[in-house]
């Protein structure tokens, strides 16, 4: 029942010019009949278990659905090539763990990339291209060892390119134009330099002044007060100035 719920509020909460998520028709209660709605595909076709959604080229607007958070087995989403807009949701690896497929390419998707995709242990595939996503690429992408697709490019993005995305071509980076690394030019040097620390010479003649008087006051009341420090010798006692 999970699975349906979800359908629904995904149909109630996105416009949808074209009619597609209106022929979803959730009358017909009987095994397996959300299976052969359109866009939906199931773990097994007698089963209201939904398996992927491909949403992809329907003209559907509006924000991330997050009520997907329902579709609790769900392993491919395919959002693609719609009017999608505003942020991806930063709790996106909580609402769908088990992604190994998430397509929200050719959208307006804005904000920055969830840094918790990195969550998404079973991600194989990310397409975030053509979107409006800004900041840098989450360095903890390190963590998502089994992708073999990627793609980021024509966006805001902007910082060093993780290492472990270095292996895909430099067309998946393209369009950014503060992005760098390899695959693409090597990032600027650091602007940070070493300033030189000017030391004022009055400054420095008034302490050493300071510090030749302390030092004839403390002289001075050890000479008084133990005037036997100051001899070497018998032969130099005689020397010792007697006040």
């Known amino acids: ?3 349906i719920r979800c359908l629904k509020s995904v149909q109630g909460s996105l416009a949808d010019p074209g009619g597609v998520l209106r022929s979803w028709d959730f009358e017909n209660e009987t095994n397996g009949f959300i299976c052969r709605f ?3 595909e199931c773990w097994h076709p007698d089963e209201n278990k939904i398996l992927s959604l491909r949403l992809g080229n329907l003209g559907l607007e509006g924000q991330f659905p997050v009520a997907l958070q329902n579709c609790s087995s769900l392993t491919g989403l395919d959002l693609s090539n ?3 807009l505003g942020p991806i949701p930063q709790d996106i690896s909580w609402v769908m763990p088990y992604l190994t497929s998430l397509d929200l390419s050719y959208n307006s998707f804005s904000g920055s990339i969830p840094h918790n995709i990195s969550n998404m242990t079973y991600l194989n595939v990310l397409n975030l291209q053509h979107n409006q996503l800004s900041g840098q690429i989450p360095p903890q992408f390190t963590l998502l060892t089994r992708l ?3 793609n980021v490019a024509d966006n805001l993005l902007s ?3 993780p290492s472990s995305l270095q292996n895909f071509s430099a067309s998946n ?3 950014n134009q ?3 690394g390899a695959p693409l030019d090597d990032c600027p040097p650091s602007r940070r330099r070493w300033r030189p620390v000017r030391i004022s010479m009055h400054r420095l003649n008034d302490q050493s002044s300071i510090g030749v008087a302390v030092g004839f006051v403390v002289g001075f009341v050890v000479a008084f007060y133990f005037p036997h420090l100051f001899v070497c010798s018998e ?3 005689a020397y010792v100035v007697r006040i």
């Open 178 to 180: 503060g992005l760098c």
């Open 173 to 175: 980076f393209a369009g």
């Open 38 to 40: 359109t866009g939906v």
């Open 235 to 237: 032969r130099l006692r």
């Open 82 to 84: 719609n009017n999608f």
């Open 1 to 3: 029942m999970a699975d």
């Open 148 to 150: 073999i697709g990627f």
């Open 159 to 161: 910082g060093p390119i």
